[in-house]
């Protein structure tokens, strides 16, 4: 199974200032033959189910705002939130869909400084 | 607009069965694969199974011989038949639909949750 760390695991950030939460993969989830990340992250606010926040490592869902962006390759990958606003509290994972079993990091707990 | 509504959850015994339904709106169905996502009482997110548009299926090892994923297109309706149950079963069940037909994909629409609990 691919395991997936996220670091940190919480992350105090003031509003208006920048949020990075970072995912490594034990192996790469760069397929070959489309030179596509199957890397995902999703946003799980208290009380709601998560929500799709970035697939392919970089491609944002609709709706989603553009301050939070998707980066990385191979076994390395990073999302930012450019400028952190009230309503992005909440505990964030990366998921890889290369290979099943699917598997999510840990979670990464981001609060408001 | 796209929704999955989950229903079935409740009290199982150890050792019992449950039957989770997850009735699905406002895309075409039986045109994409369906997951079903757990997350254990203030634990993370784990994924439990998936079926594709083919009818493969794919399981976990924490639950492959006890559960059963399913799907009936005619209903748009996916299914999560769990048997044996543990007390680590324990969780919200997430129903949620692929990006595309291919289980090798994210999850982009996700169900409010069902709250199953195996207890005597």
């Known amino acids: 199974d691919i395991v997936m760390t996220q670091s940190p695991d919480s992350l105090a950030v003031s509003l208006g200032e920048r949020a990075t939460i970072n995912c490594k993969s034990s192996q790469s989830v760069l397929r070959g033959s489309n030179n596509k990340n199957y890397l995902a992250w999703y946003q799980e606010r208290p009380g709601q189910p998560p929500k799709l926040l970035i697939y392919?490592?970089?491609t944002r869902e609709s709706g989603v705002p553009d301050r939070f962006s998707g980066s990385g390759s191979g076994t390395d990958f990073t999302l930012a939130i450019s400028s952190l606003q009230a309503e992005d509290v909440a505990v964030y994972y990366c998921q890889q869909y290369f290979s099943i079993p699917y598997t999510f990091g840990q979670g990464t707990k981001l609060e408001i400084k | 607009e796209v929704q999955l509504l989950e229903s079935g959850g409740g009290l199982g015994q150890p050792g019992g069965s449950l039957k989770l339904s997850c009735a699905a709106s406002g895309f075409t169905f039986s045109s994409y694969a369906m997951s079903w996502v757990r997350q254990a009482p203030g634990k993370g997110l784990e994924w439990v199974s998936a079926i594709d548009y083919g009818d493969n299926t794919y399981y976990a090892d924490s639950v492959k011989g006890r559960f059963t994923i399913s799907r009936d297109n005619s209903k748009n309706t996916l299914y999560l038949q769990m048997n044996s149950l543990r007390a680590e079963d324990t969780a919200v069940y997430y129903c949620?639909?692929?990006?595309?037909?291919?289980?090798?994909?994210?999850?982009?629409?996700w169900g409010q949750g069902t709250t199953v609990t195996v207890s005597s």
């Open positions: 949620a639909k692929n990006g595309g037909s291919s289980s090798y994909n994210f999850m982009d629409v």
């Open positions: 392919w490592a970089s």
